[in-house]
């Protein structure tokens, strides 16, 4: 490499790189980097149109898969995962339409999250509106079962205008009831509990008050006790402190951190949070106990190199995965606290960016910065399959996902969902 210079192959010559950006048609770094990614995402695309899928292992196939069960080398849980491996391979993109009550706002504003119920009939949406604030709604995904793929989308305009960078479901009166936002992160923010019933079709009319807000400073992140020892909390996640609050009894606990909480799961075994710092280091809190000075109160302890921005504990809660702003995924063994596996080919340098662990499936689902989806098998961290995004990868283009075995409930579909810009899409099982 020569300073200020760069080489074209294509050309065979060395062109100058301008300084700056008020040139005319500059040449710069930055520029080349995004027009070689673009070239690669383009490439991607039309090699999964042409369907040129690469088996995930090497030697692996429904045939062999079958033989191996019928001659019983295979478990019945290792021949699933590997079956669902092989499925995950053969996804199809289809667009799914999106019909609202209201026709003005339908598929006109860009997705930022979309975050699943527990039975996955539902998602969550929160929509960048063009005046700077957010859209929330409600996508009821029981039209994906049918042939026409088609999703109905519930807007409540009435609580708009809040940026989120946080969302949860929260079990209040019945399982996942309301939803759990935190305001964006500048002062002063908003903590704010909202019933799912402002989104349904029925009642429009009806438009009962928030069961919860209250004004915080810096929020960014939150979650939803399901343990019955500390029923109807919630948890917050600010700057240097945490803060759990019941929704009833308005009884607030605060912790001192030290550092940003940026990611938070409480355990449904026991009342325990887990936070993931900015600093790196993951901890838990038993909420149980009374407040200290000090950090004393700090249970198990884990360190990541980078700021820690999803953590997911694992169904029998012995082990925790946690993804970095190093683009680092590891998982934990809570009961020795040491790393046991590394996911790799992770793309983060700065961004919140969420894990989604399906332990039914095997699989392990995670968005990089660089916008492509990439799905892992958890039991060897093998990379089984790499999504590009429908659009050109930018900051504001970041794809939101769900993943899961019945999208649509109990008897739905399995496979991918994914929001990117205006667009909702699904990725299906063949």
Known sequence: ELPGFYYDSEKNRYFRLLPGHNNYNPLTKES?????????RLRLLEEEEKQKKKTTRAGLNSSMLLQKRQLGLLSSTSYCRLVHELKVNCMQRRKIEIHSPDSSVAGTNNFKIIVADVACERIF?????EHGGCKYGIVNLSGLGKETLTVEMYDNLYFTNRKVNSVCWASLTHPDSHLCL????????????????L???????????MLCSFKISTAWSCAWCLNPQADNCFSTGLTRRVLVTNVVTGHRQTFGTGSDVLAQQFATQTPVLYNGCRSGEIFSIDV???NRKGQSWKAIRLFHDSAVTSIRLLEAEHYLMAGDMAGKIKLWDL???????QYKGHHNEYAVLPLHVNEEEGLLTAVGQDCYTRIWS??????????????????DAIPSVVFSSRLGGSRGVPGLLMAVKQDLYHFSYN
């Open 199 to 209: 989104f349904s079709s029925t009642n429009p009319g009806d438009r009962p008050g």
């Open 288 to 290: 149980r106990q009374r």
């Open 335 to 341: 009961r020795t606290a040491k790393c046991v596996k």
């Open 182 to 197: 935190m305001g964006i992160a500048e002062t002063p923010g908003c903590a704010s509990l909202l019933p799912a019933s």
């Open 125 to 129: 949406t929160v929509n960048d509106v």
């Open 378 to 395: 958890l039991q060897d961290a093998h990379l089984l399959r790499t999504i590009p995004s429908p659009h050109p990868s930018s900051k």
């Open 32 to 40: 080349i980097q995004y027009k070689a990614m673009e070239c690669k």
